[in-house]
T-cell receptor, first 110, second 114 residues
Framework: NAGVTQTPKFRILKIGQSMTLQCTQDMNHNYMYWYRQDPGMGLKLIYYSVGAGITDKGEVPNGYNVSRSTTEDFPLRLELAAPSQTSVYFC?????????FGQGTRLTVV | GDSVTQMEGPVTLSEEAFLTINCTYTATGYPSLFWYVQYPGEGLQLLLKATKADDKGSNKGFEATYRKETTSFHLEKGSVQVSDSAVYFCALIKPMDSNYQLIWGAGTKLIIKP
């Protein structure tokens, strides 16, 4: 009963480096989301997907890319890391209006 | 557009005090309303929900009533515990909307002192 699994839990990147945040869910949910949460702030939607092969931009998509080749996986790609991308990233899936969140990835760009 | 407004935190209370965290929303149609809780170092998890006007959601001693006339969904608990310390998020969703996604409030940090 894993739910939504994110890896890694922590990462430090240098400016200009790239990385992929992994997200997988085992609940067969069609809807998946990537959010970022800055200190003391709420959630901002980066990208979302309504099913395999379909993705769309959220509120703050610049500097990120996503893909959804399978129902289970929804990786988030940072191509050229910038200090402004220091944040905690949450992946979520949703079914019947209930969202299920991963534990989060704390990313620091230095 | 649709939006959710929560009272600013942090809210600091003593153990066994009565809790209210205000949430109001702006949305067309008939949204469903939610409270999520985020404990330190964890992701968000659903606390309670209400899908239509006058519904009351409840869980773990927390309650919230969907008030369409005041567009509100205030979270209440009669006697808080130290373990309730967390960040609470109010959210809405419109199941029939083509942009089918949760709209989040900014979150309210709750601190309970023993």
């Amino acid at each position: 009963n894993a739910g939504v699994t994110q890896t890694p839990k922590f990462r430090i990147l240098k400016i200009g480096q790239s990385m992929t945040l992994q997200c997988t869910q085992d609940m067969n949910h069609n809807y998946m989301y990537w959010y970022r949460q800055d200190p003391g702030m709420g959630l901002k939607l980066i990208y979302y997907s309504v099913g395999a092969g379909i993705t769309d931009k959220g509120e703050v998509p610049n500097g990120y890319n996503v893909s959804r080749s399978t129902t289970e996986d929804f990786p988030l790609r940072l191509e050229l890391a910038a200090p402004s991308q220091t944040s905690v990233y949450f992946c979520a899936s949703e079914q019947n209006t209930e969202a299920f969140f991963g534990q989060g990835t704390r990313l620091t760009v230095v | 557009g649709d939006s959710v407004t929560q009272m600013e935190g942090p809210v600091t209370l003593s153990e066994e005090a009565f809790l209210t965290i205000n949430c109001t929303y702006t949305a067309t149609g008939y949204p469903s309303l939610f409270w999520y809780v985020q404990y330190p170092g964890e992701g968000l998890q659903l606390l309670l929900k209400a899908t239509k006007a006058d519904d009351k959601g409840s869980n773990k001693g927390f309650e919230a009533t969907y008030r369409k006339e005041t567009t509100s969904f205030h979270l209440e608990k009669g006697s808080v515990q130290v373990s309730d310390s967390a960040v609470y998020f109010c959210a809405l969703i419109k199941p029939m909307d083509s942009n089918y996604q949760l709209i989040w409030g900014a979150g309210t940090k709750l601190i309970i002192k023993p």
